[in-house]
């Protein structure tokens, strides 16, 4: 099986940074895409960015210019790095990696168990 675990939440003023990290680990055979997803109180979960094992990279249209998501795929990490944060960013934020492990011959999704990141007005 594969685990995805994160960190890097917190809580920051408006327009500050925070950086997220995520590392999945377990008998990893090879990992698609990874990306970062959030969900508000009350509100379903959304995507935020996501890239794949060769580097595309995709955002949901209110983190564009804002958010970038890049990988290492030697560690098989993930990071988010957050910047011009605004109160409509509070969320808790979850890791995702489209893995196969050596036990499985197919892909599947594997979710961490999410960091909360508040950003005060």
């Known amino acids: 099986q594969v685990q995805v675990v994160e960190s890097g939440g917190g809580l920051v003023q408006a327009g500050g940074s925070l950086r997220l990290s995520c590392a999945a680990s377990?008998?990893?055979?090879?990992?698609?895409?990874m990306g970062w997803y959030r969900q508000a109180p009350g509100k379903q979960r959304t995507l935020v960015a996501t890239?794949?094992?060769?580097?595309?990279?995709n955002y949901a249209d209110a983190v564009k210019g804002r958010f970038t998501i890049s990988r290492d795929n030697a560690k098989n990490t993930v990071s988010l790095q957050m910047n011009s944060l605004k109160p409509e960013d509070t969320a808790v934020y979850y890791c995702?990696?489209?893995?196969?492990?050596?036990?499985?011959?197919?892909?599947?999704?594997?979710w961490g168990q999410g960091t909360q990141v508040t950003v005060s007005s």
């Open positions: 890239i794949t094992s060769g580097g595309n990279t």
């Open positions: 377990g008998r990893i055979f090879s990992i698609n895409a």
């Open positions: 995702n990696a489209e893995a196969r492990s050596y036990y499985s011959p197919t892909y599947r999704d594997a």
